[in-house]
Nanobody
Framework: QVQLVQSGGGMVQPGGSLRLSCATS????????IGWFRQAPGNAPEGVSCISNSDGRIYYADSVKGRFTISRDKDKDTVSLQMDSLKPEDTAVYYC??????????????????????????????WGPGTQVTVSS
């Protein structure tokens, strides 16, 4: 059974740091990509970062480039998103997703597959439950 379990998140002051983790099970992470998305109230979903584990490619949205770092912990089949120099506009619910079919539907369209062009045109079919990140003084 494909599962993504998220941890981390919370509230932090501007300029602070948080780390999000996405623990995967039910598939071989070596062959799939993990993407991090976020959605703030009233805003469209935004792809934040993606790591393609099969070939090592990494993508960052311009809005987070230089502040966020995505990484893979092979021993734990976990992908983390280190978020530094956080800004109030980073406040959102963050979701991790895998480009594999058979998981929980995406939280934006509630369809089984969510294609996102900037993330190497991957189609994501398994999602974590989401975690709130709040950046506020």
């Amino acid at each position: 059974q494909v599962q993504l379990v998220q941890s981390g998140g919370g509230m932090v002051q501007p300029g602070g740091s948080l780390r999000l983790s996405c623990a995967t099970s039910g598939f071989n992470l070596d062959w799939y990509s993990i993407g991090w998305f976020r959605q703030a109230p009233g805003n469209a979903p935004e792809g934040v970062s993606c790591i393609s584990n099969s070939d090592g490619r990494i993508y960052y949205a311009d809005s987070v480039k230089g502040r966020f770092t995505i990484s893979r912990d092979k021993d734990k089949d976990t992908v983390s998103l280190q978020m530094d120099s956080l800004k109030p506009e980073d406040t959102a619910v963050y979701y991790c997703a895998a480009d594999i079919h058979g998981g929980v539907s995406d939280p934006f369209t509630h369809r089984p597959f969510f294609n996102y062009g900037p993330f190497f045109n991957k189609t994501f079919g398994a999602w974590g439950p989401g975690t709130q990140v709040t950046v506020s003084s």
